[in-house]
């Protein structure tokens, strides 16, 4: 493991480098189904350094409603004065809540306090068997720490126990979307905003309300730090090694990071984008810059998905097998083949959509591609970036 250079300064969770957001602007249109942002980053003089593929790591602060929400349910003033959950220095809870206490998960130790506390006369006795573990996950998904307060109102906590039955606020990650060589004291994010109701109640993504909603641009400061990632990394800007990159939705991050680094580098080897989201219309994020990258040689390919712009859907795995030929010549070339974004069904359906290729145009057997996708892998040709 290499030690940092003499002289530069090592951020990390517990001495994060202090920003401000310099610049925020929508990514999409007001048509959208969810809300989409760009955020640049004033590093300043701080030093910070990172790489394409890292992620940023940003500290949050939780939202001073909600925060009055739960101090109000538990019967609290807000002047209080607690142990800081991560510096334990002694604040009113007003603040350990807003800057330390992760409010919107429950933790068990705040659902066992609630039984022992209303003698077992609550709902979240009965789930709290092991044989209710899937209705009690059930029960929870979409309630924060201010529900159960509502919902067991005998149940009383002085300022301290309450503390001691909450979890840390802690670091959120994001996929860095610039190249340091094309902004020097600067580091974009690309972030979709998380907002859904439930239970009647709008609620928000923790640090991605924040960027959103809460910071105002030059003026908040912004704890974060970089998370190296080392295994989604840009061959040497000589090699003639071809990439395919498939990001879609806010998985596009880290390939805008790519393509600033090859411009600037001059980077050989060709270079193949796909991007997916709900409608060119609205969710076609950095166009203009996608497209002078098409222009200039800088990106060889560009394959857009839109998936509600016509009457089937069409997703980034569809674009893929549309263009299976080309693409199988690609991987023939020794292209490395890098996936960001969505893990629990995009990652999914592009695996198999690689696996249909690489049987089809490769003329082999189920177990045949498995077995190539695996050489893939051990030769660090599949990259992911998945979350």
Not at 15 to 21: G, L, M, S, T
Not at 56 to 77: E, R
Not at 122 to 135: F, R
């Amino acid at each position: 493991m290499s030690t940092p250079e003499v002289g530069k300064p090592v951020y990390n969770v517990k001495n994060p480098c202090i920003a401000k957001v310099k610049r925020m602007f929508n990514l999409s249109g007001p048509d959208a189904p969810k809300h989409t942002a760009h955020y640049e980053i004033d590093l300043g003089a701080s030093g910070l350094e990172y790489t394409p593929g890292d992620s940023l790591a940003v500290q949050p602060t939780n939202d001073p409603a909600l925060v009055d929400d739960t101090l109000a349910a538990l019967g609290f003033s807000g002047t209080e004065i607690v142990k800081h959950p991560k510096t334990a220095a002694e604040v009113p809870i007003r603040q350990a809540l807003i800057e330390g206490a992760l409010i919107t998960e429950i933790d068990n130790k705040l659902i066992k306090a609630i039984i022992e506390k209303t003698e077992g006369d609550t709902l979240l006795a009965d789930l709290s068997v092991p044989e209710k573990k899937e209705a009690l996950k059930e029960y929870l998904w979409g309630r924060f720490v201010v529900d159960l307060l509502l919902e067991n109102p005998i149940a009383k906590f002085t300022p301290e126990e309450f503390m001691a039955t909450q979890k840390k606020l802690n670091i959120r990650l994001y996929s860095i979307s610039s190249s340091q060589k094309a902004h020097p004291t600067e580091v974009h994010l690309t972030v979709a905003t998380v907002r859904y109701t439930s239970h009647n109640r709008a609620r928000g993504g923790v640090a991605s309300t924040f960027l959103a909603e809460r910071v105002t641009p030059n003026e908040t400061l912004i704890p974060c730090f970089v998370n190296h990632g080392k295994g989604f990394r840009l061959p040497e800007p000589h090699e003639e090694t071809p990439i395919i990159m498939c990001g879609p939705g806010t998985g596009i991050a880290p390939f805008r990071a790519f393509l600033e680094e090859r411009k600037a580098t001059s980077a050989k080897g060709k270079a193949w984008l796909f991007f997916g989201e709900v409608s060119a219309k609205s969710c076609f994020f950095y166009k203009e810059e996608f497209e002078a990258y098409l222009a200039d040689g800088t990106l060889t390919k560009f394959s857009t998905a839109w998936s509600r712009d016509q009457a089937e859907k069409i997703y980034v795995q569809h674009k893929m097998l549309e263009n299976s030929a080309e693409l199988w010549a690609w991987l023939e070339q020794g292209s490395i083949f890098y996936v960001c974004g969505d893990a629990s069904r995009m990652a999914s359906d592009v695996d198999k959509a690689l696996h249909t290729i690489i049987e089809q145009e490769g003329g082999k057997t189920a177990e045949e591609a498995a077995a190539y996708v695996h050489a893939m892998k051990e030769a660090k040709r599949y990259r992911r970036d998945v979350y």
